[in-house]
C-alpha cells in the first residue's frame, strides 16, 4: 500500500501584533493656544502693574475674566493639539493632549466592529475637540481627514482622527476575532 502524500499545512496565520498605537497631530491647535497665554499674561499684568485704587471691581473683574478666559481657551487647544490612541487585546484607548486628558477606554468586549472614515471633518461634529452629535455618536475631532468608527454592542459609535486608520482598524479586527483553535493531529 502507498503511501498518499499530505496536503502540506496552511501557512501560520500572521500573529496579532499584541499593541497598535498611533496618533493624529494638529498644529494649528498651537495658535489659539498662544492666544490664551496672551489672555493670560494680559491678566497678570492688569493685576500687577496697574493702579487698584480707581475702580478695584472693574480692574478685578478684568484681571479675572483675562485669566479665567486665557486658562479656558489654553486648556481647550493644548489638551486637543494631538491624539494618542492605543489598541491592544483588552481596549481601545484614546488619550487627548499632553496631559492624556481627557481619556476615553473602551473595553473590546462592548466592540461589535470597526471601520476606516476616509473624510472626518470638524464641520461634522461641530468644531475640533470630544464632541457629542445625537444620532452621530461620539468623537475626539483633532484635525481633518482618516479616522476610525468603532461601533459599541448598544448601536452607539465612537469616532476619533488618527494617521493609518486602515492600521488601527485591522488591530481592533484581529483583536475581535477569536483565536484559532490548534488543530488536533
Known sequence: M??????PAPPPAEPVPPVWTGRATNRAQWLP?????????????????????????ALLMAVVGCVAVGLLVLYGTVAFVHVAVRVDSDAVEVRCGHLGLPRRRIPLSHVVGAHVDPG????????????????????????RGEGIVVTLGDGRTFTVTVDDAEAAVRAIRDHLTPPPLPSAA
Open 33 to 57: 493656544a498662544l492666544a490664551g497665554a496672551a489672555f493670560v499674561a494680559l491678566g497678570v499684568q492688569l493685576a500687577l502693574r496697574s493702579s487698584w485704587t480707581s475702580g478695584v471691581a
Open 120 to 143: 472626518v471633518t470638524p464641520r461634522h461634529w461641530g468644531g475640533w475637540g470630544y464632541r457629542w452629535r445625537p444620532g452621530k455618536g461620539t468623537a475626539v475631532i483633532v484635525r
Open 2 to 7: 502507498r503511501d498518499l502524500p499530505h496536503e
